[in-house]
Structures are given as structure tokens and as C-alpha cells.
Nanobody
Framework: QVQLVEYGGGLVQAGDSLRLSCAAS????????MGWFRQALGKEREFVAA????????YYADSVKGRFTISRNNTRNTVYLQMNSLKPEDSAVYYC??????????????????WGQGTQVTVSS
């Protein structure tokens, strides 16, 4: 099992930037990919971005493409989500997830095995 802890959430204004971090511990050698999801109040958890752990291929939801960037530091077992040009509709709890059983898809929540507890991001207009 992989333990995940997210950092970096907070309250910002529209147009601001924020960087989230997710530190992994435990069986990190078993990670195939990591992803970020978010869940707004009253809505389902949705895919935001993902990155393969070895090759570094990245994937983004259309709603964040061009504004968010996912990256990783394998040495530190950490994944980042740089969020620029934030909008009020980006407000949500952001969750980090790790895939430890290889699956083809990286854009659905069912592709991930371990989850962090989430960090709140609130964007005011």
C-alpha cells in the first residue's frame, strides 16, 4: 500500500496560481502512475490530471488543459499540480491518487488504488 499526503491547498482569488504537492510513502516502488482528482460540493469526483511514473507521459481534463501542469520528482516520491489562471469553478477538494496495479486508463477514479485525504482549494471571484 502507498500512503499519500497532499499539501498546498488554500484560498486564492480568480486568476491567481497555486501549487499542490503530494508526497508518497510506503510501497512507492509499486507505483505505475499518479493522478489528481477533485470533488466539488454536491458533485462527483472528477479527473484533473495524471502522469506515468516512469515515462512521464501526462494527461489532462479538457477543463484544465493549458492552465494546470502535473509533474513528478521520482527521487522525492512527490507529484505536483501547478494551477494557473484559477477560476471559481476550480474550487473543490483535490485528491492525489496512486496506481499500483497497472491499468491502461489513467483518467478514471477506478484506475487508482490508493488515495490521499484531500486538500481544499477555494477560488474567490
Amino acid at each position: 500500500q502507498v500512503q499519500l499526503v497532499e499539501y498546498g491547498g488554500g484560498l486564492v482569488q480568480a486568476g491567481d496560481s497555486l501549487r499542490l504537492s503530494c508526497a508518497a510513502s510506503g510501497r512507492t516502488f509499486s507505483i505505475y502512475a499518479m493522478g489528481w482528482f477533485r470533488q466539488a460540493l454536491g458533485k462527483e469526483r472528477e479527473f484533473v490530471a495524471a502522469i506515468s511514473w516512469t515515462g512521464g507521459s501526462t494527461y489532462y481534463a479538457d477543463s484544465v488543459k493549458g492552465r494546470f501542469t502535473i509533474s513528478r520528482n521520482n527521487t522525492r516520491n512527490t507529484v505536483y499540480l501547478q494551477m494557473n489562471s484559477l477560476k471559481p469553478e476550480d474550487s473543490a477538494v483535490y485528491y492525489c491518487a496512486a496506481q499500483t496495479h497497472r491499468r491502461t486508463r489513467l483518467t478514471t477514479r477506478h484506475a487508482y488504488d490508493d488515495w490521499g485525504q484531500g486538500t481544499q482549494v477555494t477560488v474567490s471571484s
